[in-house]
């Protein structure tokens, strides 16, 4: 894969570390420890390795990545072995896309107690779309799915969501058959959209009696339980936002689309135009106007700030299934649907005796390239890289 002509690495280098003294207010060790793997990825600072093609024997020498979960370079061999492993669970059947979003007005909370709010909002939306299922006036049945968080919207400010990928039916109660939605759109997205709030703020309160919830800065006055609840009221006068296409294509088709939304980060290196006079470029899409492509300018420091928002807490898992793809479930459950489906499961795929991780195409033949020996970061600083006759020979 080409290199782009600007990566965030470039402008985290360009930042160096006067951006780290400029930001000392509010930046952490936990943020100059992205910003550091990100800077030494696929350099010699990492170590490196020499691959080998295994039907032409082109050999090339390739640095190590930092396989930092936040940084934009990393993600493809994640995503690609995780969509392997979830393409043995796909149903034969149709999928449907769910969004749940949060009120802008939970933003600056949020920033604050990221663990404690993203967790309600995966096991809310989670709750809301199996409670609704399971009634017999929308669908009567249990069904499986998983959700994937993502924090940001299209312009890098905070906008947490989850992307929940359901099978269009579930099993019923006594699990004997499969039962198929009776209406086109699945489940109605107002009825998910007000137990989801219910579910939701009832959740937040819960939380704000347990003293798990943070208050800082401009916060801190909601630390009073009357302020709290005087600011969670107006969150009741409008609906939130609940989203969900129709049902759309089959397993394979579910595997192209899961790419999309899986093992994201923030902004990828390809939406990034150009970087002069200080300031970032990069492409956005308008939703708001039939998703037009628009370019938005902003300063390396408002730009890498915006970035860091969306570092996830440390252990925290941001891709979960639930209801009959939970993980204690699934071994039982997936045999039954594919079953009553009419279908088997996908065979096991072989497994490679390289892992796809130290595995690539060859630039000379497309063979695949194979590590034949590995350099430390010591090897790389203490002696010149082999020579072309050396590393032709």
């Keep these: 894969m080409d290199r782009p002509p600007l990566e965030v690495a470039d402008l985290v280098h360009a930042a160096g570390d006067a951006f780290i003294e400029r930001s000392r207010k509010w930046i952490t060790w936990k943020h100059v420890k992205v910003l550091l793997a990100m ?4 350099t010699a600072m990492l170590g490196g390795h020499l691959d080998e093609c295994t039907r032409c024997g082109h050999r090339a020498i390739s640095y190590n990545s930092c396989r930092n979960r936040h940084c934009p370079k990393c993600q ?38 990221k663990k404690v709010v993203y967790d309600l909002l995966f096991r809310t939306s989670a709750e809301t779309l199996l409670e609704i299922a399971r009634d017999p006036q929308h669908l009567g049945a249990e069904i499986g799915f998983f959700s994937v968080l993502h924090s940001w919207s299209q312009k890098l400010e905070l906008h947490p969501h989850v992307h929940c990928v359901v099978p269009a039916g579930g099993l019923s109660a006594d699990r004997t058959r499969w039962i198929k939605p009776r209406y086109a759109f699945f489940l109605s997205v107002k009825v998910l959209s007000r137990v989801f709030r219910g579910k939701f703020v009832a959740a937040l309160k819960r939380a704000f009696q347990d003293g798990q919830l943070g208050f800082h800065g401009d916060l801190q006055p909601f630390a009073e339980p009357k302020n709290f609840a005087a600011w969670l009221r107006p969150l009741f006068r409008k609906d939130w936002v609940v989203y969900a296409k129709p049902p759309f294509g089959g397993p394979e088709h579910v595997l192209r689309y899961l790419g999309r939304y899986t093992h994201r980060v923030a902004i990828s290196n390809h939406r990034l135009v150009s970087f002069a006079d200080g300031k970032v470029t990069f492409r956005w899409r308008d939703s708001a106007h039939n998703n037009e ?19 996830l807490p440390k252990g925290f898992v941001r891709i979960r299934n639930f209801g009959l793809l939970a993980n204690r479930r699934r071994a039982t459950t997936l045999p039954l649907c594919f079953q009553l489906l009419g279908s088997a499961p996908q065979a096991k795929a072989e497994v490679s005796t390289v892992g796809s991780s130290e595995a690539w195409l060859c630039p000379k033949c497309g063979g695949p390239m194979l590590v034949i020996e590995r350099f430390t970061a010591a090897d790389l600083q203490l002696r010149s890289p082999p020579t072309r006759e050396a590393v032709a020979a």
């Design 293 to 311: 492509q628009k370019l938005m300018t902003l300063s390396l420091d408002e730009f890498l700030r915006r970035f860091l928002l969306h570092l």
């Design 76 to 113: 493809t061999g994640a995503r690609e072995r995780w969509l392997e492993k979830r393409g043995r669970e796909l149903l034969p059947t149709q999928y449907v896309h769910v969004v749940f979003t949060l009120p802008r007005q939970l933003a600056p909370l949020t920033l604050q107690n």
């Design 39 to 42: 800077a030494r990825c696929r």
